[in-house]
């Protein structure tokens, strides 16, 4: 049983009063942000940390940064002993960040007693900013190497006791394809920033520093809790999973993840023992991004209202062998990781737990995000222009219902760009947009199915696609059929061209290519008439 | 001439009867006949004699759309496109739960018919409209037994020519067909696609229900209250019911407005705490509109009165999680069972059931006299959530109390997140404003939440829990027009004027049509504006300067601006106002102000800190203007309570609004 906190009244109240700063933070980044990714897709998240740097409370906006920001404050506040008006800025996947379009400001909280100002918290927000440069628009290239994949920010000031660092802001936006957009993109970051700190303060104020303090401790306590309470509802034992990518892009496949589960006494040991080593290309997944991956299967068994604090992912103990996909060393390439290794550390974990709680835990879903770029020159507008988008597949068939359709599923959780915008925008033409019919697993319930997408260029561009489960296939439970694979196809005049899963290349006018996502397993087995 | 405001809820439908002639309001409460809601509306307006002119607030299109019983409906597309309505945005509602789905859309896969054509962004046909095709779908329909059918092809907001060949071919088949470009001219083909649907879904339930309506009422002018605050006609609004899908909660704040606007306030938060919800919305110089509403996960972007709803109401229940926090909602004991105190079987202790422990709620003198309220119960189901919580005595406080204050501190918690939701957040600062509190339980918790988010000020007026009927009475009559065009910001006022011009002439129309003389009518224009490369717009008054609008709203809302960036002019709006004549309301010379004939006994009531105090009570209807009593203390009327903490000062004004310094 769970010991009780010693006020269950005040901190549910403070419960509301910190997540409502995150949530706050997000609507200013949201409404003001320029990156399709940061206004439509939410591929970002804002948080407030204590003094120690124990993240207090997260808004929900993304799962694949859960938990991955603390380690950002900590490495910030390790190497720079942030001041008050300082804004330190990073997105080095090595150093507290996640894959190099994400990039992280952190603000400190000094407050006013006593005549003196004390560090009492941080806040910080994370955003994908749509392109940072390297070797291709939308900075998710097939690269071999972390400078290939674009800017590398280690923590820096980008404000220094309140004066923006110049210098800093112009090497940034002269090392991207679209400074003006990444300038706005900033600001709204640095504005979210400056309303967390003013909020975190105006609480302090209201409440004095050490009840503040001692709640926010309290409510890390309670996550602990309630984690602990959840793990232990799963069935303590050992666990194993294996499932593969498909490859890399670079070499040729499979690469494996593997991972064994021990459930023990309200707490889980998770180890990626077994996993493929580090490979060449982009997907290898920097520790913060399997930690994310590995929270988000714990948080979403808790229930959907648990605070994301750093006390919620306590008794998670993670162990990930240096040098292998899910902990590579620099300076591998890591810019999928993010967005296709952190989908299949899920369904390993998920396949690993289906062993001991078989009831709560859905099969395997898409199991990719499907990236697609698209860059180039638009004469129409006279401009250049880079398209991305992340698109849907089917979700994996429950134990007691089936898979959602054309939905995102686990890390990600990004809006389309509605047609007419991307129409509106783009020199691109959408020629389908529909369910990929018959693509989930058969089973007793079925797996969900994908989407099926046809966009023709209006204007020559270059192509590049980062998606997986092409040739692998998302995983039935208990006797259900797997989902259909995903396909990559180039239409050229009356050709039909089959494109790898990771690829980039040029295309011309006139070309279509029609992304076909996989659909998600099926759970248990079908019936006669299913099949 | 009568005016009548009917407003049907879950539990009563009111009705505000205001005599022009004699320049007096009456209001009265039917039970509300949920099964046909038509015959409460008649017996009420049955009693009221002579010839009547009605705004009525309806739960039709609502109810359809929650209950998912509205009329069978096609949709027609794009060909490629007949998944839009399914796949919506692709994204899914809860990130953490994995039994989570999105909601069903209205019209089934199965319904939703292609037809080949295609026009580009820029309103250029690409493919024309295959008359084969139309003739196609004019066969299958009537085999599917479609009463209504949802039309909605790519870019028809920069040509509307498809859409209308497409209806001329269906209204053939007399059916009921919704055009998008009809109901909502504007880009972003999913959130235009499911306003069409819901249209086409609720407006043939929508008819034929004021149909019977006017059938059984003779010969009246009947209005409908609309989702933006203000009213349309029984004849538009049987073709056009999305715009009164969320009207439910709008006569409150309408009703709200005027009040405030009476009693010299510009600038006030409406608080409507209910038995299941509590509803707020700013009011700013007026009415706050907005086009991104939704109803269960449907979203549609008619102009909507901007309301924050929240799952917290005098019903929610009470409760321990598995890390030990007390925790209030989202469930609700609703009308049935109810709170613990109803006797009707409720088991959990909810909001009400607290401040009846906390004696701000008095056992007999509560709810309309309609239940009779059990304290005893209601404090062993506070007990026992308090063990469950490891609550202990606390000074003055038994378990049962302590348990009870922690619940109207957590509640208050939840609204105070949402008067941050409409003002913080979004620019404006509370102090600035008064809260207007309504609803059967919002005077327990009005005081104390102002004194949370900085309020000074709080306003209860004299017919609390009729305020959505009498609203209705001072509704304008309201037609929204709104128009895509993507234009670059250097665009020139005068090119704006330009194209703003046929839609103000063509609102101007419709409500001369409507029988209001020139003067009577109010044009707005509005653009919807955004910086070059942002996705969501602000909504700013047309004007020479509107550049400068725009920055200076941006900084208001978000904190910065970019004067030096490159603004885009997204939509074209228009709003045309028929101004109403709003019941004029005796006012009441002041007394003096000695409440002495208002006082009741004393009664023991824990206070916000948690002191047991003995404080004074007054009834409501016998406090008259002028009067001025002092916290703590108790309000009592009929049908609410208000809760007056330590340093509370209240005067009565000439409207008979207790009128509360916090």
Same mark, same amino acid.
């Given at each position: 049983?769970?010991? @009780?906190?010693?006020?269950?009244?005040?901190?549910?109240?403070?419960?509301?009063?910190?997540?409502?700063?995150?949530?706050?933070?997000?609507?200013?980044?949201?409404?003001?942000?320029?990156?399709?990714?940061?206004?439509?897709?939410?591929?970002?998240?804002?948080?407030?940390?204590?003094?120690?740097?124990?993240?207090?409370?997260?808004?929900?906006?993304?799962?694949?940064?859960?938990?991955?920001?603390?380690?950002?404050?900590?490495?910030?506040?390790?190497?720079?002993?942030?001041?008050?008006?300082?804004?330190?800025?990073?997105?080095?996947?090595?150093?507290?960040?996640?894959?190099?379009?994400?990039?992280?400001?952190?603000?400190?909280?000094?407050?006013?007693?006593?005549?003196?100002?004390?560090?009492?918290?941080?806040?910080?927000?994370?955003?994908?900013?749509?392109?940072?440069?390297?070797?291709?628009?939308?900075?998710?290239?097939?690269?071999?190497?972390?400078?290939?994949?674009?800017?590398?920010?280690?923590?820096?000031?980008?404000?220094?006791?309140?004066?923006?660092?110049?210098?800093?802001?112009?090497?940034?936006?002269?090392?991207?394809?679209?400074?003006?957009?990444?300038?706005?993109?900033?600001?709204?970051?640095?504005?979210?920033?400056?309303?967390?700190?003013?909020?975190?303060?105006?609480?302090?104020?209201?409440?004095?520093?050490?009840?503040?303090?001692?709640?926010?401790?309290?409510?890390?306590?309670?996550?602990?809790?309630?984690?602990? &309470?959840?793990?232990?509802?799963?069935?303590?034992?050992?666990?194993?999973?294996?499932?593969?990518?498909?490859?890399?892009?670079?070499?040729?496949?499979?690469?494996?993840?593997?991972?064994?589960?021990?459930?023990?006494?309200?707490?889980?040991?998770?180890?990626?023992?077994?996993?493929?080593? @580090?490979?060449?290309?982009?997907?290898?997944?920097?520790?913060?991004?399997?930690?994310?991956?590995?929270?988000?299967?714990?948080?979403?068994?808790?229930?959907?209202?648990?605070?994301?604090?750093?006390?919620?992912?306590?008794?998670? &103990?993670?162990?990930?062998?240096?040098?292998?996909?899910?902990?590579?060393?620099?300076?591998?390439?890591?810019?999928?990781?993010?967005?296709?290794?952190?989908?299949?550390?899920?369904?390993?974990?998920?396949?690993?737990?289906?062993?001991?709680?078989?009831?709560?835990?859905?099969?395997?879903?898409?199991?990719?995000?499907?990236?697609?770029?698209?860059?180039?020159?638009?004469?129409?507008?006279?401009?250049?222009?880079?398209?991305?988008?992340?698109?849907?597949?089917?979700?994996?068939?429950?134990?007691?219902?089936?898979?959602?359709?054309?939905?995102?599923?686990?890390?990600?959780?990004?809006?389309?760009?509605?047609?007419?915008?991307?129409?509106?925008?783009?020199?691109?033409?959408?020629?389908?947009?529909?369910?990929?019919?018959?693509?989930?697993?058969?089973?007793?319930?079925?797996?969900?199915?994908?989407?099926?997408?046809?966009?023709?260029?209006?204007?020559?561009?270059?192509?590049?696609?980062?998606?997986?489960?092409?040739?692998?296939?998302?995983?039935?439970?208990?006797?259900?059929?797997?989902?259909?694979?995903?396909?990559?196809?180039?239409?050229?005049?009356?050709?039909?061209?089959?494109?790898?899963?990771?690829?980039?290349?040029?295309?011309?006018?006139?070309?279509?290519?029609?992304?076909?996502?996989?659909?998600?397993?099926?759970?248990?087995?079908?019936?006669?008439?299913?099949? | 001439?009568?005016?009548?405001?009917?407003?049907?809820?879950?539990?009563?439908?009111?009705?505000?009867?205001?005599?022009?002639?004699?320049?007096?309001?009456?209001?009265?409460?039917?039970?509300?006949?949920?099964?046909?809601?038509?015959?409460?509306?008649?017996?009420?307006?049955?009693?009221?004699?002579?010839?009547?002119?009605?705004?009525?607030?309806?739960?039709?299109?609502?109810?359809?759309?929650?209950?998912?019983?509205?009329?069978?409906?096609?949709?027609?597309?794009?060909?490629?496109? #007949?998944?839009?309505?399914?796949?919506?945005?692709?994204?899914?509602?809860?990130?953490?739960?994995?039994?989570?789905?999105?909601?069903?859309?209205?019209?089934?896969?199965?319904?939703?018919?292609?037809?080949?054509?295609?026009?580009?962004?820029?309103?250029?046909?690409?493919?024309?409209?295959?008359?084969?095709? %139309?003739?196609?779908?004019?066969?299958?329909?009537?085999?599917?037994?479609?009463?209504?059918?949802?039309?909605?092809?790519?870019?028809?907001?920069?040509?509307?020519?498809?859409?209308?060949?497409?209806?001329?071919?269906?209204?053939?088949?007399?059916?009921?067909?919704?055009?998008?470009?009809?109901?909502?001219?504007?880009?972003?083909?999913?959130?235009?696609?499911?306003?069409?649907?819901?249209?086409?879904?609720?407006?043939?339930?929508?008819?034929?229900?004021?149909?019977?309506?006017?059938?059984?009422?003779?010969?009246?002018? %009947?209005?409908?209250?609309?989702?933006?605050?203000?009213?349309?006609?029984?004849?538009?609004?049987?073709?056009?019911?999305?715009?009164?899908?969320?009207?439910?909660?709008?006569?409150?704040?309408?009703?709200?407005?005027?009040?405030?606007?009476?009693?010299?306030? #510009?600038?006030?938060?409406?608080?409507?705490?209910?038995?299941?919800?509590?509803?707020?919305?700013?009011?700013?110089?007026?009415?706050?509109?907005?086009?991104?509403?939704?109803?269960?996960?449907?979203?549609?972007?008619?102009?909507?009165?901007?309301?924050?709803?929240?799952?917290?109401?005098?019903?929610?229940?009470?409760?321990?999680?598995?890390?030990?926090?007390?925790?209030?909602?989202?469930?609700?004991?609703?009308?049935?069972?109810?709170?613990?105190?109803?006797?009707?079987?409720?088991?959990?202790?909810?909001?009400?059931?607290?401040?009846?422990?906390?004696?701000?709620?008095?056992?007999?003198?509560?709810?309309?006299?309609?239940?009779?309220?059990?304290?005893?119960?209601?404090?062993?189901?506070?007990?026992?959530?308090?063990?469950?919580?490891?609550?202990?005595?606390?000074?003055?406080?038994?378990?049962?109390?302590?348990?009870?204050?922690?619940?109207?501190?957590?509640?208050?918690?939840?609204?105070?997140?949402?008067?941050?939701?409409?003002?913080?957040?979004?620019?404006?600062?509370?102090?600035?404003?008064?809260?207007?509190?309504?609803?059967?339980?919002?005077?327990?918790?009005?005081?104390?939440?102002?004194?949370?988010?900085?309020?000074?000020?709080?306003?209860?007026?004299?017919?609390?829990?009729?305020?959505?009927?009498?609203?209705?009475?001072?509704?304008?009559?309201?037609?929204?027009?709104?128009?895509?065009?993507? %234009?670059?910001?250097?665009?020139?006022?005068?090119?704006?004027?330009?194209?703003?011009?046929?839609?103000?002439?063509?609102?101007?129309?419709?409500?001369?049509?409507?029988?209001?003389?020139?003067?009577?009518?109010?044009?707005?224009?509005?653009?919807?504006?955004?910086?070059?490369?942002?996705?969501?717009?602000?909504?700013?008054?047309?004007?020479?300067?509107?550049?400068?609008?725009?920055?200076?709203?941006?900084?208001?809302?978000?904190?910065?601006?970019?004067?030096?960036?490159?603004?885009?002019?997204?939509?074209? #709006?228009?709003?045309?106002?028929?101004?109403?004549?709003?019941?004029?309301?005796?006012?009441?010379?002041?007394?003096?102000?000695?409440?002495?004939?208002?006082?009741?006994?004393?009664?023991?009531?824990?206070?916000?800190?948690?002191?047991?105090?003995?404080?004074?009570?007054?009834?409501?209807?016998?406090?008259?203007?002028?009067?001025?009593?002092?916290?703590?203390?108790?309000?009592?009327?009929?049908?609410?309570?208000?809760?007056?903490?330590?340093?509370?000062?209240?005067?009565?004004?000439?409207?008979?609004?207790?009128?509360?310094?916090?």
């Amino acid at each position: 049983m769970y010991r @009780q906190p010693r006020d269950p009244i005040r901190l549910e109240v403070f419960k509301h009063l910190l997540s409502s700063i995150a949530e706050e933070m997000g609507v200013v980044l949201r409404r003001t942000g320029y990156s399709p990714n940061i206004k439509e897709r939410l591929d970002f998240s804002c948080a407030v940390f204590d003094g120690k740097g124990r993240m207090a409370a997260q808004a929900a906006h993304i799962p694949v940064h859960l938990g991955a920001m603390p380690r950002a404050v900590e490495v910030c506040q390790e190497r720079l002993r942030l001041e008050e008006g300082d804004v330190a800025m990073v997105n080095d996947p090595y150093h507290g960040g996640t894959h190099l379009p994400d990039i992280t400001l952190v603000s400190p909280v000094f407050v006013k007693s006593e005549g003196a100002s004390r560090l009492c918290g941080f806040v910080a927000n994370r955003a994908h900013h749509a392109d940072v440069g390297g070797i291709s628009p939308g900075s998710m290239p097939l690269a071999t190497e972390v400078y290939q994949e674009g800017l590398i920010i280690p923590p820096v000031r980008l404000f220094e006791r309140g004066t923006i660092n110049a210098g800093l802001w112009d090497v940034v936006l002269a090392n991207v394809r679209t400074p003006e957009e990444r300038a706005g993109d900033l600001r709204a970051q640095i504005a979210a920033n400056r309303v967390g700190v003013a909020r975190l303060n105006e609480l302090f104020a209201r409440y004095g520093i050490a009840d503040t303090q001692a709640a926010m401790e309290g409510l890390l306590d309670y996550a602990e809790r309630v984690m602990r &309470h959840t793990i232990s509802t799963l069935g303590d034992g050992v666990y194993r999973f294996s499932d593969v990518l498909d490859d890399d892009g670079i070499d040729p496949g499979p690469v494996t993840l593997t991972a064994t589960i021990t459930l023990r006494d309200g707490e889980a040991f998770v180890d990626f023992a077994g996993t493929s080593p @580090q490979c060449r290309g982009g997907l290898n997944a920097v520790l913060p991004v399997t930690l994310a991956a590995t929270y988000y299967v714990f948080r979403a068994l808790a229930g959907s209202d648990v605070p994301s604090n750093s006390g919620c992912f306590a008794p998670i &103990h993670v162990t990930a062998p240096l040098g292998s996909l899910v902990n590579p060393r620099p300076p591998a390439a890591v810019a999928a990781g993010n967005v296709e290794t952190s989908q299949r550390i899920v369904d390993v974990l998920l396949g690993a737990l289906s062993q001991a709680c078989p009831e709560k835990i859905p099969a395997a879903s898409q199991g990719t995000m499907n990236n697609i770029t698209l860059g180039g020159w638009d004469a129409q507008r006279g401009r250049p222009f880079a398209y991305y988008e992340t698109i849907g597949g089917g979700m994996g068939a429950r134990p007691d219902r089936p898979g959602a359709s054309a939905i995102h599923t686990h890390m990600t959780n990004t809006l389309n760009t509605p047609i007419e915008a991307m129409e509106q925008a783009y020199p691109l033409r959408v020629r389908r947009y529909e369910m990929r019919g018959d693509s989930g697993g058969a089973g007793r319930t079925r797996g969900g199915d994908g989407i099926l997408r046809e966009i023709e260029l209006l204007a020559d561009a270059r192509l590049s696609i980062l998606s997986d489960r092409r040739s692998s296939r998302p995983y039935g439970l208990f006797g259900g059929e797997p989902g259909k694979p995903g396909r990559n196809l180039l239409l050229r005049g009356s050709e039909q061209i089959e494109l790898p899963g990771k690829v980039s290349l040029d295309l011309r006018v006139g070309d279509v290519v029609r992304i076909e996502t996989p659909g998600g397993g099926g759970y248990g087995r079908p019936s006669d008439e299913d099949l | 001439m009568l005016r009548v405001g009917v407003d049907i809820g879950g539990t009563f439908t009111d009705f505000a009867v205001y005599d022009e002639a004699a320049a007096a309001l009456t209001t009265f409460k039917l039970l509300t006949t949920a099964a046909d809601p038509a015959e409460a509306v008649l017996a009420g307006l049955g009693r009221i004699a002579g010839r009547a002119s009605i705004v009525h607030g309806s739960t039709i299109a609502t109810n359809a759309v929650l209950e998912r019983k509205g009329a069978k409906t096609a949709l027609v597309t794009t060909r490629g496109f #007949r998944d839009v309505l399914s796949i919506a945005r692709q994204n899914r509602e809860d990130l953490y739960d994995f039994l989570s789905d999105r909601p069903e859309p209205l019209i089934p896969p199965s319904l939703c018919h292609e037809v080949t054509e295609r026009v580009d962004a820029y309103g250029r046909v690409i493919v024309s409209l295959s008359e084969e095709d %139309l003739v196609t779908i004019a066969e299958q329909l009537p085999r599917q037994g479609i009463e209504s059918v949802a039309v909605c092809l790519l870019h028809s907001y920069m040509l509307p020519e498809h859409e209308r060949r497409v209806g001329e071919k269906l209204r053939a088949l007399g059916i009921f067909i919704s055009l998008s470009t009809e109901i909502l001219p504007e880009f972003r083909e999913y959130e235009r696609m499911s306003t069409t649907a819901l249209n086409a879904y609720v407006s043939p339930l929508m008819d034929r229900y004021l149909s019977r309506l006017e059938e059984g009422l003779g010969p009246t002018e %009947l209005r409908v209250m609309q989702s933006n605050g203000g009213s349309l006609s029984a004849k538009q609004a049987g073709r056009e019911g999305v715009r009164a899908i969320l009207s439910g909660p709008a006569g409150g704040v309408v009703g709200a407005w005027h009040l405030a606007k009476q009693a010299g306030c #510009r600038q006030a938060i409406t608080f409507d705490m209910g038995g299941t919800s509590t509803d707020v919305s700013l009011l700013d110089g007026g009415i706050q509109v907005t086009s991104e509403a939704a109803i269960a996960g449907l979203p549609f972007r008619i102009p909507t009165i901007g309301i924050h709803t929240i799952g917290a109401g005098g019903g929610s229940i009470a409760g321990v999680d598995v890390g030990g926090l007390l925790r209030v909602g989202p469930q609700s004991a609703g009308a049935d069972p109810g709170p613990v105190c109803y006797g009707r079987g409720g088991q959990l202790p909810t909001v009400t059931d607290a401040n009846l422990c906390l004696g701000r709620l008095i056992a007999d003198h509560s709810l309309a006299g309609e239940i009779t309220l059990d304290p005893m119960s209601a404090r062993h189901a506070l007990e026992r959530l308090a063990q469950q919580a490891g609550l202990r005595p606390d000074h003055d406080l038994d378990l049962a109390q302590a348990a009870a204050l922690g619940i109207v501190r957590v509640v208050n918690a939840h609204m105070m997140r949402a008067l941050r939701v409409v003002s913080i957040e979004k620019g404006h600062d509370p102090r600035d404003y008064v809260l207007i509190s309504f609803g059967g339980s919002g005077g327990l918790h009005a005081c104390e939440l102002a004194r949370a988010v900085g309020i000074q000020r709080v306003l209860v007026p004299p017919f609390a829990s009729t305020l959505s009927a009498f609203g209705m009475l001072t509704a304008d009559v309201v037609k929204d027009y709104v128009q895509t065009v993507l %234009l670059p910001g250097e665009v020139s006022a005068a090119d704006l004027e330009r194209r703003i011009q046929p839609m103000r002439v063509m609102a101007q129309r419709a409500l001369g049509k409507e029988g209001f003389a020139e003067e009577r009518i109010v044009l707005e224009a509005a653009l919807d504006v955004r910086y070059l490369g942002q996705s969501y717009e602000l909504t700013i008054p047309f004007g020479e300067g509107f550049r400068d609008e725009f920055h200076k709203l941006h900084s208001r809302h978000y904190g910065h601006s970019e004067p030096e960036a490159q603004v885009e002019v997204v939509n074209l #709006r228009v709003r045309a106002r028929g101004l109403v004549q709003p019941p004029a309301l005796a006012t009441v010379e002041e007394d003096d102000a000695d409440p002495a004939e208002a006082l009741l006994e004393r009664s023991q009531v824990v206070s916000s800190e948690g002191q047991v105090r003995e404080v004074d009570c007054w009834r409501g209807e016998v406090l008259r203007s002028g009067n001025r009593v002092a916290g703590p203390g108790l309000v009592l009327y009929p049908d609410t309570t208000i809760f007056l903490p330590e340093e509370c000062r209240a005067v009565v004004d000439r409207h008979e609004n207790l009128v509360i310094d916090v």
